[in-house]
């Protein structure tokens, strides 16, 4: 079975501040994917990134970073001088063999961020 | 390019009435999703579909609910007969999904569904 967990229900922020969002999951599959995705207030869910389990190069784009650790299996994703658009709920999900293609999400992270 | 469109945006219905949500994954796309997002539960899968084949359905709630597939540009959500506690927002999905790669889903805008 695979499961993700996002500890974090709610963060609060001031804007400029740096806030890291966790995501640790659990799987059985040797080979799996881990995405990130953001809700903003209006509803729709927006793609952010995807990563495969042999792939633990940490990507930066632009004022976002992933950390992928499989010894801890961690997916952290850190936003840098965070703005009041970033204000959103982000969700962590995997998907692998268990699963097919479906994806498997977290709870979610509600993060606001206040001028 | 177009994404994925789902309508209706917004369904306000009385319990005991039928439910009708559409999709149209976006165009070469193979694979299709329908998700539900509650506060309870989250975001969970209800089914998906590969090449218009239903291919995981274990997420259906009960056999009030049927999905279909009828063409490649085309899918449906029917809830029937619908109970308030089937209020919530439905997601499509769709990827590209070569074999193996889980190409990432995109998303429709939803349906939220208020049933009285």
């Known amino acids: 079975a695979q499961k993700v967990t996002q500890a974090q229900t709610e963060i609060s922020v001031v804007e400029k501040e740096d806030v890291t969002l966790d995501c640790v999951y659990e799987t059985r599959d040797t080979t799996y994917y881990l995405f990130w995705y953001k809700q903003p207030p209006s509803g729709e869910l927006v793609f952010l990134i995807r990563r495969n389990s042999f792939d633990e190069q940490n990507e930066i784009s632009g004022r976002y970073s992933w950390n992928f650790q499989k010894s801890t299996s961690s997916f952290n994703f850190t936003i840098t001088a965070s703005q009041v658009v970033d204000s959103a709920v982000y969700f962590c999900?995997?998907?692998?063999?268990?699963?097919?293609?479906?994806?498997?999400f977290g709870k979610g992270t509600s993060l606001l961020v206040t001028p | 390019d177009a994404g994925v469109i789902q309508s209706p945006r917004h369904e306000v219905t009385e319990m005991g009435q039928e439910v009708t949500l559409r999709c149209k994954p976006i165009s070469g796309h193979d694979y299709l999703f329908w998700y539900r997002q509650t506060m309870m539960r989250g975001l969970e899968l209800l089914i998906y579909f590969n090449n218009n084949v239903p291919i995981d359905d274990s997420g259906m709630p009960e056999d009030r609910f049927s999905a279909k597939m009828p063409n490649a540009s085309f899918s449906t959500l029917k809830i029937q007969p619908s109970e308030p506690r089937d209020s919530a927002v439905y997601f499509c999905?769709?990827?590209?999904?070569?074999?193996?790669?889980?190409?990432?889903?995109?998303f429709g805008d939803g349906t939220r569904l208020s049933i009285l």
């Open positions: 999905a769709s990827s590209p999904g070569t074999a193996g790669s889980n190409q990432p889903q995109h």
């Open positions: 999900a995997l998907s692998g063999w268990d699963s097919g293609y479906a994806l498997n």
